[in-house]
């Protein structure tokens, strides 16, 4: 019987063995076979090789591919089947560096060399699908310098050029610089892409994202009409962080307070523009831009006053100032409402919608140091709804 076990075992692990030997030789001769018919083949059978090669023989393709299109690519020039072995040996590389830094380094000088070779549609799109991977150090500089020359240098009446700046976008947006956003957010407010707006906008916002002081550095070089446009992007995105989107508007109303002198004639675009980045800041509760928003509360009370803004302005300024509860703010009301107090004395009294959005403000921020000017109301020809306001203010200030 025991005998009969041991014959047995010894079958199984002999017909194992066999097969392990079996597959390791058939494999070898795929292998073998793939690497043949690159050697000997043409150009189709090259392309062929590459595309039906395995995991053994896989890597070992690809590189002779990629050799093989770079150096036929300076000897002949490129054409259509040498287009189609570059695209197949490119996308033949992994999704994913290799652990070796040299290798990437050589496989990224690579596709730099390829990219450059051709003008072929297919093999930019296929490099560009794989630049990422292989792309840090000095590598990722050229990378990104390859894409940001392309995309400046390219004409949108080229055929090619439709097909190649959406992959592009999508490259720069993971790897881009300072370059790539400056150049993204030319297109952008020039409209210079216009068939692949929501693809630049994707690209302008995630590059944005990635670096404040890169953003920060294209608010305070532009004008205001391309700050306007561009702003409206922002506010108005969903994939943007608040806390980002704050701090853009902070910057946004700094820039547009403190430098009227070289701001627009068309003073409406400019007002506009600071409402809007006062709202976010408003509906953001963003605190931290508190002393910017009183300053430019202070500002706004005197375009008021100039009647370079209106009534409907001017109310929405109070009431987005308001949103920030902070003593910077709450002291910019009050002396606000004082200097109205004044006006009044001198029967020259303030529009009662004005006045009545002031003082609700004042009231809904509870705080004492308005008591004064508050109280003060109630003496002066002010309309009846205006002095009930100012009683109903009091009664909801903190002590």
Same mark, same amino acid.
């Given at each position: 019987?025991?005998?009969?076990?041991?014959?047995?075992?010894?079958?199984?692990?002999?017909?194992?063995?066999?097969?392990?030997?079996?597959?390791?030789?058939?494999?070898?001769?795929?292998?073998?076979?793939?690497?043949?018919?690159?050697?000997?083949?043409?150009?189709?059978?090259?392309?062929?090789?590459v595309k039906s090669a395995g995991t053994e023989d896989g890597e070992s393709l690809c590189e002779m591919g990629l050799?093989?299109?770079?150096?036929?690519?300076?000897?002949?020039?490129?054409?259509?089947?040498?287009?189609?072995?570059?695209?197949?040996?490119?996308?033949?590389?992994?999704?994913?560096?290799?652990?070796?830094?040299?290798?990437? !380094?050589?496989?990224?000088?690579? *596709?730099?060399? #390829?990219? @450059?070779?051709? +003008?072929?549609?297919?093999?930019?799109? &296929?490099?560009?699908?794989?630049?990422?991977?292989?792309?840090?150090g000095d590598n990722l500089t050229k990378a990104v310098g390859l894409i940001n020359s392309f995309l400046k240098n390219?004409?949108?009446?080229?055929?090619?050029?439709?097909?190649?700046? !959406?992959?592009?976008?999508?490259? *720069?947006?993971? #790897?881009? @610089?300072?370059? +790539?956003?400056?150049?993204?957010?030319? &297109?952008?407010?020039?409209?210079?892409?216009?068939?692949?707006?929501?693809?630049?906008?994707?690209?302008?916002?995630?590059?944005?994202?990635?670096?404040?002081?890169?953003?920060?550095?294209?608010?305070?070089?532009?004008?205001?009409?391309?700050?306007?446009?561009?702003?409206? *992007?922002?506010?108005?995105?969903?994939?943007?962080?608040?806390?980002?989107?704050?701090?853009?508007?902070?910057?946004?109303?700094?820039?547009?307070?403190?430098?009227?002198?070289?701001?627009?004639?068309?003073?409406?675009?400019?007002?506009?523009?600071?409402?809007?980045?006062?709202?976010?800041?408003?509906?953001?509760?963003?605190?931290?831009?508190?002393?910017?928003?009183?300053?430019?509360?202070?500002?706004?009370?005197?375009?008021?006053?100039?009647?370079?803004?209106?009534?409907?302005?001017?109310?929405?300024?109070?009431?987005?100032?308001?949103?920030?509860?902070?003593?910077?703010?709450?002291?910019?009301?009050?002396?606000?409402?004082?200097?109205?107090?004044?006006?009044?004395?001198?029967?020259?009294?303030?529009?009662?919608?004005?006045?009545?959005?002031?003082?609700?403000?004042?009231?809904?921020?509870?705080?004492?140091?308005?008591?004064?000017?508050?109280?003060?109301?109630?003496?002066?020809?002010?309309p009846t709804d205006v002095v009930e306001a100012s009683k109903k203010a009091l009664a909801l200030l903190k002590w």
């Open positions: 019987m025991m005998e009969k076990v041991r014959n047995s075992i010894f079958k199984f692990f002999l017909c194992t063995t066999i097969f392990a030997f079996s597959s390791n030789f058939l494999s070898a001769q795929n292998q073998s076979a793939n690497i043949r018919k690159f050697i000997k083949g043409n150009i189709s059978d090259k392309t062929e090789a050799n093989f299109v770079i150096e036929s690519f300076t000897s002949l020039g490129e054409d259509a089947e040498l287009n189609e072995l570059a695209v197949a040996s490119v996308l033949a590389l992994p999704r994913a560096p290799y652990t070796d830094d040299k290798k990437n !380094e050589q496989v990224a000088d690579k *596709l730099f060399l #390829i990219f @450059n070779s051709s +003008s072929d549609e297919s093999v930019k799109i &296929a490099v560009l699908s794989r630049l990422e991977y292989y792309s840090y390219a004409s949108p009446l080229d055929k090619n050029f439709k097909s190649i700046i !959406e992959p592009a976008l999508v490259t *720069l947006s993971k #790897i881009g @610089n300072f370059e +790539s956003l400056a150049i993204i957010f030319d &297109a952008y407010v020039e409209n210079r892409w216009a068939d692949f707006t929501p693809q630049v906008e994707n690209a302008l916002l995630i590059l944005s994202s990635n670096s404040i002081e890169n953003t920060l550095k294209i608010i305070y070089g532009s004008n205001i009409s391309n700050i306007s446009k561009y702003f409206e *992007l922002v506010k108005n995105s969903d994939k943007i962080l608040k806390n980002f989107q704050s701090e853009i508007a902070e910057n946004v109303l700094f820039k547009v307070s403190n430098n009227t002198e070289n701001l627009p004639e068309d003073f409406d675009s400019v007002e506009n523009l600071r409402i809007s980045a006062l709202q976010v800041i408003a509906e953001n509760k963003w605190a931290r831009a508190s002393a910017s928003v009183a300053a430019n509360f202070k500002l706004a009370k005197q375009n008021y006053d100039q009647k370079k803004l209106s009534e409907s302005q001017f109310i929405a300024v109070i009431k987005y100032t308001a949103a920030l509860s902070s003593s910077e703010v709450v002291q910019a009301l009050s002396d606000c409402l004082a200097d109205f107090n004044r006006s009044t004395e001198k029967n020259s009294v303030p529009a009662e919608p004005v006045m009545l959005a002031l003082i609700s403000s004042l009231g809904e921020l509870g705080d004492k140091t308005a008591f004064d000017n508050l109280l003060y109301v109630s003496y002066l020809n002010y």
